[in-house]
């Protein structure tokens, strides 16, 4: 029969597992002490030799290339490919992730939806926007998207959606990022250039018809000019009788 414990062998036997578990611990924090060592100098060398661990350029631009995908919508040719893209400069035009349905109300004064529709009818052939909505209804989408000129990213590719938005880290506010023909990010600011160079075009517009104005109006100076100088012609000789005549008339007065 086993003998009762006394409280003399309770006590001696948790002093003794307090010093096994204390032992362990003490094991397991000189193990953790020696794995620092190894770590902080991995550490220190992956500092002294980061740029040795970047991604390389060209994988970076095949990554955003392949994050593309090869299929797009369009309300013209309806699904296409990347054909539609190759060797052009791609605006990636991030929608907001509220309100999104005022990107496409023509009633809505928005300067970077007018300044994106005017940068592709100039230079559809070299410049291809890309929408990549947030969070839109399917039914919504496809009436709302009918009416653009561009191309868009299915809505059912949501991961892909997602992937691009990551990786330019789009937050809450549209967004446009211009890429080049080789997947290299111009700019992640791109609503600001397409902006700018709208805004230029209006300008230069707006310039060329003053120009055109001002020519007007120094033609029709210059015929208005000719006109005086043959009617001054046709009366000078008019003018040139009077003036004998008035002298004769004062010479017959005696005056």
Same mark, same amino acid.
């Given at each position: ?189 791109? /609503? &600001? $250039?397409?902006? !700018?160079?709208? #805004?230029? %075009?209006? @300008? +230069?517009? =707006?310039? *060329? ?23 001054? /012609? &046709? $009366?000078?000789? !008019?003018?040139? #009788?009077? %003036?004998? @005549? +008035?002298? =004769?008339? *004062? ?5």
């Amino acid at each position: 029969a086993a003998l009762p414990l006394s409280l003399e062998d309770v006590t001696a036997w948790l002093v003794i597992n307090s010093m096994k578990s204390e032992t362990t611990q003490y094991d397991q924090l000189c193990t953790q002490n020696l794995a620092n060592v190894w770590r902080l100098n991995a550490f220190r060398e992956l500092m002294s030799g980061y740029t040795h661990f970047k991604v390389k350029p060209e994988d970076a631009q095949q990554f955003v290339l392949d994050s593309l995908g090869h299929a797009f919508l369009s309300a013209k040719m309806g699904t296409t490919g990347r054909a539609a893209i190759d060797g052009k400069v791609v605006a990636l035009y991030f929608g907001a992730t509220s309100k999104e349905e005022e990107i496409f109300d023509v009633d809505v004064e928005t300067d970077l939806v007018n300044s994106l529709r005017t940068a592709h009818a100039q230079f559809g052939h070299m410049f291809e926007v890309v929408f990549v909505s947030a969070n839109l209804t399917l039914d919504w989408f496809n009436d709302a998207f009918g009416e653009m000129p561009w191309l868009a990213i299915p809505l059912t590719h949501t991961a892909r959606r997602k992937l691009l938005r990551d990786t330019f880290g789009v937050g809450d506010r549209a967004q446009v990022v211009l890429i080049d023909t080789d997947g290299r990010t111009i700019t992640r600011d791109g /609503a &600001r $250039l397409v902006q !700018l160079a709208a #805004a230029w %075009e209006a @300008a +230069e517009k =707006a310039h *060329a018809d003053k120009l055109k104005d001002m020519g007007f109006d120094r033609e029709s100076k210059g015929k208005e000019e000719a006109l005086l100088a043959k009617e001054e /012609a &046709r $009366l000078e000789p !008019l003018l040139d #009788a009077h %003036e004998r @005549a +008035e002298r =004769a008339l *004062a010479a017959l007065t005696g005056e």
